[in-house]
């Protein structure tokens, strides 16, 4: 049923939203982090931190593929 309320399949919406739940995510992941090391969780540090660093790869990522597809989106849109 969730699935008849999401917004209609567009690739470019798609990218900005992994950028966006990707960019949440850091957010929370720095909270963590700061969580763990508080208490003394060495193990939880580095698994967060981990799962941080996919999570600013992935951030980049879309970034970088995200800018040409709308410049060319612009392109089209002008012609």
Do not use: W
Not at 8 to 29: F, G, T
Not at 37 to 47: A, H, M, P, R, S
């Amino acid at each position: 049923m969730a699935e008849a309320s999401r917004q209609p399949k567009d690739k470019n919406y798609n990218l900005i939203e992994v950028l966006h739940q990707s960019s949440e995510n850091v957010e929370s992941l720095k909270s963590y982090i700061q969580d763990a090391n508080q208490e003394g969780d060495q193990e939880l540090v580095e698994f967060f931190n981990s799962v941080l660093e996919s999570n600013l790869r992935a951030s980049q990522q879309a970034k970088e593929m995200l800018v040409p597809r709308l410049q060319s989106g612009m392109q089209t849109g002008r012609e």
